[in-house]
């Protein structure tokens, strides 16, 4: 939707370029229909320009949200454009209609309802053109009803960006403001401060761009630090941000301690992301106890009653098989996606710092006769050899760096597994059960592996984030003992300070073959790439740049990092109560199908053959039924249970889809081999 969006601002400049263009090549002609789209996309603004003008109180709404959206363009530009495209999309919903109506009147013919209408002699004629109203109808509703939807949209659409960048505003400011008060206690003063944040885009996202607003208001626009303070605190969308920014002006103001007002602040941010996490654990276990009750407990009780119906002759396969196959994953989903929308902190994956490349990307040889051709060529075909010897030495590199790779190749192998053997189901003597095993196997060949490389990814990084708050400590008090940093880097590896001690000598490395020391520090946080250690090296980095003193930013980069620990250690343990609950909800569950399988239906099934063997006749009352048919059903509910509730307990108890796989690994199993062992 940004690019269809985008208008007419550089009109000029587009049609000095198809001017510029000679010949009827490709990109002269997409040029000047570019520039032909842009003339017609005018003609609302031309149009109706003045009276979008003379209504401005009307749209000061519409005006702030593109403002806050950073959506740059004139509030009657962007209605121009939304009414060009509904128009757009109504020309579109009437060639639909035209279409709709073509296909009900000529080729599958109006209904009975309406071809046996009768009226008053008077208004009879109208019988006569019933097709051509009926055809009307559809096409003027579909033209206003796609033209209408395309207007809704773009005007709903500037307010839904305001609310994204709110939530990610609200999500790193924190650490924006602890990176705040260690910027302050290095000697940096609050315009210093704000470009730092600025620069620090990759690691505190809105939060750097909404500071960049405030610098370019004091460039570009010649205001001073105060009033681009004011006019960012009139114009964010977060509420946090306009307290912080507001009551900073306050300070500078009243001539206040400035570093003394982003520790209160970081503090506060500290205090109130304990409150809301708190808040947010106790509504997760509300969920869990939702979800135990209304997809374990009540579906495990509808069943019941189902099969009780059935014994008595009701028919109620359709309602067993609307629980299973759709009642099941479709609710157990939608937790899902209420769970992360719910969960604080979630930022995705840890950004990527800019690194300076050590060698270009592309280099081409010189002529043969040029002196450094042999060396270039060496350089090249060494550049060659060292790239794939890494790739022998670590083939899986990609995969345990991102474990969703593997479906690449897990999910063809699954894929080629169930094309087989649908196949050789095809002579199977019974081919439900054999494709079940199958479905089953296929399962396996995707979550099993996705789950081991995630879990050791896991495993990587829990140990990392438990060693890095005594690392910088360890730094800190070394850099306080007037070491350097590249000194105490050079001391820590050196020696031998638990699972760091590979990534820090490498460090090191880096550093004696000439990276300086920030850089060196950037490819290790790409290397480990994990959000507290993106934060830390971010902080160290800059208070580096200003001054060689970083031994009170260390500290506060290790009180930032052991406070994230702290934080994930909570959830942890609390949400543990309710993955075990899960648990036993789903040993409850596939232990009651599996006593109606095998015990209930059994004798009922054999009680029902023999009244109908003898010739009795019980009015409906214990009619025979399938057997296998419920029992493979209940097969299939352990299996979809299985795997819901697992993916359940790794988005409740670690806030990943992904650490969920583990647990549907484990509870897949426990089913299938329940079923297949002792009952099919």
Not at 235 to 247: A, E, G, R
Not at 618 to 638: K, S
Request: net charge neutral; proline share 4%.
């Amino acid at each position: 939707m940004v690019q269809v969006m985008d208008n007419i601002n550089n009109e000029p400049r587009i049609k000095e370029e198809v001017e510029s263009k000679k010949g009827f090549d490709f990109d002269a002609f997409s040029l000047r229909m570019k520039f032909l789209l842009h003339k017609i996309m005018m003609i609302p603004f031309i149009l109706l320009g003045d009276t979008m003008k003379d209504q401005e109180e009307k749209y000061a709404g519409l005006q702030k949200s593109l403002k806050q959206a950073r959506i740059g363009k004139s509030y009657e530009m962007y209605l121009s454009n939304t009414i060009f495209y509904s128009i757009m999309a109504g020309v579109a919903g009437a060639l639909f209609g035209l279409f709709i109506a073509f296909i009900l009147i000529r080729i599958i013919g109006l209904p009975d309802k309406i071809t046996s209408l009768t009226f008053n002699p008077s208004v009879a004629w109208i019988l006569d053109y019933k097709e051509l109203i009926v055809g009307g109808i559809i096409f003027i509703f579909l033209s206003l009803l796609f033209a209408g939807i395309v207007y809704v949209l773009f005007l709903l659409y500037p307010a839904i960006i305001v609310g994204e960048r709110k939530g990610a505003i609200d999500r790193n400011l924190p650490p924006a403001v602890s990176f705040m008060f260690a910027m302050s206690r290095s000697g940096m003063n609050v315009i210093e401060i704000l470009k730092s944040v600025s620069e620090c885009r990759f690691t505190y996202g809105e939060v750097s761009k909404e500071v960049d607003v405030i610098l370019r208001d004091m460039e570009y626009f010649g205001n001073d630090l105060r009033m681009a303070l004011h006019n960012s605190s009139e114009l964010t969308p977060s509420n946090n941000f306009q307290d912080m920014v507001y009551n900073l002006l306050t300070v500078i103001d009243s001539g206040g301690d400035i570093p003394f007002y982003f520790r209160d602040k970081a503090e506060v941010y500290a205090q109130r992301a304990k409150f809301e996490q708190k808040g947010f654990l106790e509504t997760l276990a509300l969920i869990a106890e939702s979800y135990v009750t209304a997809f374990v407990a009540g579906p495990l009780f509808i069943i019941i009653m189902g099969v009780m119906m059935s014994v008595m002759g009701s028919d109620t396969m359709i309602m067993l098989q609307a629980i299973v196959y759709m009642m099941l994953p479709v609710g157990s989903f939608m937790f899902i996606f209420m769970i992360g929308i719910m969960t604080p902190g979630a930022t995705g994956e840890p950004p990527i710092l800019p690194v300076p490349k050590l060698f270009p990307q592309k280099v081409e040889l010189p002529p043969e006769d040029d002196p450094d051709y042999e060396r270039i060529k060496a350089l090249l075909k060494s550049k060659s050899t060292l790239v794939f010897r890494q790739m022998l030495r670590d083939p899986l590199k990609n995969i345990k760096e991102k474990p969703v790779n593997i479906l690449m190749i897990t999910g063809p192998i699954a894929f080629l597994f169930l094309i087989l053997s649908l196949f050789k189901g095809l002579v199977a003597p019974d081919f439900i059960d054999f494709i079940d095993d199958r479905i089953v196997y296929a399962i396996y060949i995707l979550i099993v592996p996705l789950a081991i490389f995630h879990e050791l990814k896991r495993f990587k990084e829990k140990r990392i984030q438990s060693a890095i708050p005594d690392f910088l400590k360890k730094l800190a008090s070394t850099n306080q003992t007037g070491m350097s940093l590249r000194d105490s880097i050079g001391l820590m590896a050196r020696s031998k300070i638990g699972y760091l001690s590979t990534h820090i000598r490498t460090v090191w490395k880096d550093m004696d073959w000439g990276l300086d020391v920030n850089s060196s520090l950037y490819r290790f946080s790409n290397r480990v790439r994990t959000h507290t250690v993106v934060r830390a090296i971010t902080l160290i980095s800059k208070a580096n740049s200003s001054s060689g003193e970083v031994g009170e930013v260390l500290m506060i980069a290790a009180n930032d990092a052991l406070f994230e620990q702290d934080m994930n250690k909570e959830r942890s343990v609390n949400m543990l109560i309710y993955i075990v609950i899960i648990y036993i909800s789903f040993a409850v569950f596939i232990g009651v199908v599996y006593v109606i399988s095998t015990t209930f239906l059994t004798e009922m099934s054999n009680a029902a053959q023999q009244m109908e063997a003898s010739g009795m006749q019980g009015g409906g009352f214990m009619q025979a039924f399938d057997l296998n048919v419920f029992n493979r059903l209940f097969f299939h509910a352990a299996v979809v249970q299985g795997v819901c509730s697992g993916l359940i307990a790794g988005v409740m108890g670690e806030g990943s889809l992904l650490s969920g796989m583990k647990h549907a690994t484990i509870m897949l199993t426990l089913g299938y081999l329940l079923f297949t062992l002792t009952v099919l």
